[in-house]
Each structure stands twice: as C-alpha cells, then as structure tokens.
C-alpha cells in the first residue's frame, strides 16, 4: 500500500470517515483506495468474536475456549504461561480473521469492589505490567494485534462514562501509568484502548497530555488509540489529542465534526493525516503479518486452559495437611459449582465456552466421591437437601464445600456493594463445619471475599473464575496430582472497611479522589501495619521451600544495575512449583514511600530435594519514584533494603545495599530549611555561621539553668533544623537584609552540585 499517496489523494470526508468504526466490531472501509474494514474482537479470557450470521450488536459469540480470568491468571505470576495463553488466544483469533484482540485489561486494583476486578490482573503496577507484557507478546506472535485496556484510572464502574478521576501526578505515574509504560516499552502492543472516564478533568480519550504527551512523546509508543466503545466526547479534540479510531461507529455524527472542524482551521492537515497515516499503518501491517504456524485445537486449547487453572489457584490455608486428599478417604463434595462451576464473569469479557469440565466428574479417577448439592441460594433452600448433606457429612471423612459468589454480583457495568459471600452459603459452610470432622472450602470467585468461618475450617482453595477447565485443575489439586503454586495478586482484607478507598468511595457524583495516592492494596496495609485476611503474594504448596544464599551486587561504574541471587530448594515432600518474590525497600527517603514495593518475581519448579539459584537483575527504575519537581522518575540515593520474600508478610531473607543516586537539581530559597542545606556538602559551610549563631542565640537565651540544661544537642538540631533559611533574621542581630540573604542563597545555588533543580 502506497500509504502517503493514498493520504494525498483521499478527501477530507474519507479521512474522517477512517477515524471512527464502520460499525460494532468493523474499522472503515475504502473501496477505491483497496481499503478493507478490519475486525476487533473482546478476548482477555477467550475469544470473544461476533457471530456474524447473528445481528452485529449484543449477540452469540462463536464457540472458543474459556480460560481463566485476570485475577485468576495474574496469581500464577507465571510469564511464560500467560504468554502461551495469549498465543493460544492469538492463534484463534488469526484464523477467524480478526485484527485487533481486545486484552489484556489491566487496570489496578485501587478497591476489592470494582465490578470488573475479575478481568484485571492485580493491585501491583509492576505486577501487572509483567503479565500484561507477557500476554500481548504471545498474541502478536500469531499475527494479530494485541490492545490493552483501558487507558487509564478505570478502577470503578460506578459512572463509569463520566466519573473524573483525580489523582496527582505522582500516584498518577507510578501506580497507573506505569503497567501501560511497561506493556509499551516491552512488547509494542499495536493499539491501546482509551478508557470511558475522565483523569484529571479529560476524557480518557482526549486527554492529550496522557495519550500524545506521555505515551506517543515519553514512551515512544507507535501504534493506534482507539476508544473504549462509546466512549468519545469532544471527537475533534480527542483526534488533536492523539485518539485515532472512535469505536464503534457514530453513524456519521463525530466524522462530520471533524470535517467541520477541519473546514474551521482547528485540525490541521499535519494532525488529521498523522492520524490517517497511523491508521492505514495499521491496516497493512495487519494485511502483512503471518505470525507463527499453529496448529491449535480446541482440546489442545483446552488442556491449556485446566494447566493454567492449576498454576493459577491458590491454596490460602492447609492446616494439619488436610490436602491433599487420597483414594482411601470417604469423601464428600457439596454444592452445585461442584458440578457447575462459575468459570467467567458478566459482560464484554463473556465467552461462549467450548466445553466446561467439574470438579465430581474429574475426581472419579482418583476417588468415588460422594456428592450432595446442599444449597447455593435462598431460592434453592430445601430443609431436605441440606439434611442429606449433613447426614452425608457426619459419616465421611472430608466434606469439600464449593461455594462462590453468584453470577450476577461480578460483572461489567456495575461495581460490588460490600465483599461478603451470600449469607446461606456461609451458613452452610458453617454447618458443614460442624457436622464434618474435616472441612475443605473450594472458593469461586472473581475478587475478594470475606470468610467470617475461616477459623471453623480446615483448608481454603481459591480457583477463582477458573475457565472452562477449572473443574479438572481444581479435582487435580484436591487430590494432589498437582501441586498448587498460585499466590494472591491483590490483598484479600479483612474487612471492605480496612481498604482506604472506602473513605472517599463515592456513591454519587463524578468526582472520585484517589487520596490513598500510592498507597494502594499491600502497600496501604503494610504502612498501617494492618492485618489482613490473607496478604498480596500469599500462597501454599503441599511441599517446602527453603530460602538461602541471598547474594547483592553493585557497583558504581558502568551501566546501573543491581543483581540479586537467591537458592531456593525444596525440602519437602513433593516436587512443586515456588513464586520467589523480590521487594526494594528504602530507608529515610526525602519523600513518603511504601515500606516496600515489588520489583521482580520469578516461578521456579523443584523436584523434591533440588535446590536452584534464582536470579533479578535490577535498573534504576527499581529504585526510584516520580518526582514532580523534576517531572521524571529520579533515583534517590541512600540506603536501600533488598527483601526476598515467600509473600508480602513472609520475609525469608534481606540485606541492606548503598545507592549513590542521581544529583538532583533544586534551587535554594528562602523556604529551603537548614537541615535541606546541611545535608549539601557544598553548601552547607555557607550558612554555618548562622546555625552557630542561632544555637548560641537559644542557650544564652535569658531562661533558667535548668531549662537550658534540659535542652539537648539533638533539640537544638531539630529547632534550627526545620527553620527556613529566611529565619536568619529573627533569632539573632547578623546585621544582615534580604539583599545579603539573596546573596547567598546565590552563591549556594552556584556552588551546589547535589540540589539543582
Ligand atoms: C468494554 C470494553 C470492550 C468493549 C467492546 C466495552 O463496554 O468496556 O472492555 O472491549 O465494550 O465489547
């Protein structure tokens, strides 16, 4: 395609005519130039595509494979799985012709209730990016484009096409921002999807400063926005923004604004053919890319979707090694998910699955499980059928209660109202606990739940909204041919109340603060030393593992980087999979950080009584925040703690490493204080004296020996310390004005090479 001779011989309407869809799930056609309309398609947990031989709006879509959902897959914290999930997504979508997969959806868990926390991956930014990374390099090596959503800070439902996102730029940055920085700067995705809501007062979709700015300017990202679907305001602004396709059509509306705008001078020739060029790139790589030979199939996909299942739940509790479970044991499974397991949340992300495999089905090969359905809703009680589960449970030796939370309460369009599980279902699980001498609780569930009978039972399994193949993972795991090596990737509270979004959780209006700043999910917790249900990373295997050997490396010459090595070995009784996690905690920083943040993570598989080393390299990145002053990430130097842990709660080993930083520029002012002037070794001899000369002011001051006595070195320090530099004029007669205060604040800023910005 001769892209620029296309652009000069296309009039303006059919310019506008290709910055928005030719309808749902179709981009604009262009007979004359050979233009062909592309198809998107949902997919962050299997392919979504339109069923054309039905209506293009709201219907059936094609038979594909249902893998596990975001928060499900994230707790894998395995790259190389989520990558073959995306490949396997990518492969499908190839051969049904589709462009665009719309995924990964990776925005953060700011609050446990947001209705679509089942599809993103976590409360971690670095986590997220990771995995989303890793998702969008599998599906753009089939040849299809991938397009993660949905850019940026949509973390409620709640009003979501209108509510203002107000978060400083900071927060902004490192917790929002960040995952989508990491996804565009290690895997290209080909388009971004712009979210329904507003930051900072802007649509999403027009929000130059976030989609031309930063993502086009800072992380050189090359491929279209596109909208969420309905989701433009102003058009023209948005295309002067950076948005290059508005999804789905406007039936013609928003292409006449932008001719109009156009005809008026607001949109020039420069930007409207820079949008044109991205699209008609877009279009030919589309036509170009082959991706890898696959040769997938549904029962291979399959078989990838229970593995993923299995690497992806999570054991939260195992006392007394109740599981695994064996072929002696009477056991007995109760509840309808043991037979009809939720496997997918409600609304864009529904797949029409190809098969769905349970839990009583899969386990006949270990074990003749017994099976009473008890009761899952107020609407199914039946005295009788609870009767029989409890009789049935009085004579086994384990009961395994399969409990979740119900369709309707996750989904798209409509956030959590609180994070309990129906109050039957925790009845029964507490009756089943009486009635049983030992209790398993098999968890179905997109996001966190509160378990007020975690006391009264004896092991959790979280399989999460564990796809089509979660019954057979999940019978797998219960009876110990698999060992489980999930962990959390997002705090499980204690209670809804303990997330510190609730105190600014709107329930009206547009507006919604985010006023906890950084401290989201375990970061939060961490700082209040607040307990939780179970902490972000946690996660049990039947087997153990052994942490030693930590080893740090850095030097100050050459290219920063920070390498960290740790052997980890199995001492327990099964071969099994470990999560290594790796945190940087920084010590007396100039600004407010997390006590500690995660940095790296690696998946390792043992065999009983092997032992391997695991090793991170970390950059600069690792060590830094978001200065505002400096509008960049800057690397404070100082002391830095490495911690490696088994979860955010469970430290196995750290040590303490020394980093020379970045200089910073700052200028002095008269509001720069003495301790900020003391800490410059070039400028600090400067104002000296005067530091003397206060101290001495305070202790020949006229007041007893005893008072004077009662001052200490480190009083005296403190006093002065925080007092700005214009304070030279108050405590003591230097004979000084503003034009010699000024004076050598200059000289200070000249011969300062530390603060210097
Ligand atoms: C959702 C997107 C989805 C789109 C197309 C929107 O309602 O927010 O995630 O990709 O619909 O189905």
Known sequence: MDIEKIISEMTVEEKASLCSGESYWFTQSIDRFGIRALMFSDGPNGLRKQDLSQSEFFNKSIVSVCYPTGSCVAASFDRNLIKMMGKAMGSHAYDEGISLLLAPAMNIKRTPICGRNFEYYSEDSFLTGELAAAFVDGVQSQGVGACPKHFVANNQEFRRQTYNAQIDERTLREVYLAPFETVVKKSSPQAIMTSYNRVNSFYCSENKKILNDITRGEWGFEGLFISDWGGTNDRPAGLLAGLDIEMPSSNGVNDKRIVEAYNNGIISDEALNATVRRVLNFIEKSDNDLGEESLWT?????????????????????????????????????????????????????VNSYKITNALESSKKYNDVYYAKAYLSEEDFSPEL????????????????????????????????????????????????????????????????EMPWLDEVDSVLEVYLGGQGVGEATADILFGRINPSGKLAETFPKRLEDNPTQLFFSNSGDNVEYREGIFVGY??????????????????????????????????????????????????????????QLYVSAFNSDVVRPVKEL??????????????????????????????????????????????????????????????????????????????????????????????ASKHTILNSDISEERKNAITEDMLVSMIGDMPLRGIFSFTDTGLDYDDLFELIDKANNESNKWLY
């Open 298 to 350: 549904f029962e291979r996909q399959h078989d990838l979707a229970v593995e993923i299942s299995s690497k992806s739940s999570v054991l939260l509790k195992n006392d007394n090694d109740v599981l695994p479970l064996n072929s002696k044991q009477k056991v007995l499974f109760i509840g309808e998910y043991a037979l009809n397991p939720r496997i997918q949340g409600g609304g864009s992300a529904f």
């Open 599 to 692: 940095k790296g993570f690696e998946k390792v598989f043992l065999f009983q009584g092997q032992k391997k080393k695991v090793e991170f390299v970390l950059g600069k990145r690792a060590f830094s925040y978001y200065d505002e002053f400096k509008n960049d990430f800057y690397l404070e130097g100082g002391k830095y703690k490495i911690i490696v842990a088994k979860s955010s709660a469970d430290v196995a080993l750290g040590d303490v490493l020394f980093i020379k930083g970045e200089e910073k520029i700052k200028k002095y002012s008269v509001d720069t204080t003495f301790a900020e002037i003391q800490k410059d070794e070039n400028a600090k001899e400067i104002f000296a004296p005067f530091i003397e």
């Open 386 to 449: 609870l009767d029989e589960a409890l009789d049935l449970a009085s004579i086994c030796d384990v009961s395994v209660v399969f409990i979740g939370l119900s369709e309707n309460c996750e989904s798209e369009g409509y956030d959590r109202q609180n994070i309990s599980l129906p109050d039957c279902q925790n009845d029964l699980i507490y009756q089943v606990a009486e009635a049983s001498k030992k209790t398993v609780v098999v968890l179905h569930n997109g996001s966190p739940v």
């Open 523 to 580: 970061k939060y917790y961490d700082k209040k030393h607040m307990d939780v249900l179970f902490p972000f990373g946690h996660g049990l295997s039947y087997t153990e593992f052994e942490y030693s050997n930590l080893k740090i490396e850095h030097s100050d010459k050459g290219r920063f980087k920070v390498k960290v090595s740790v052997d980890i070995e199995n001492i327990g009784k099964m071969d099994g999979e470990e999560i290594v």
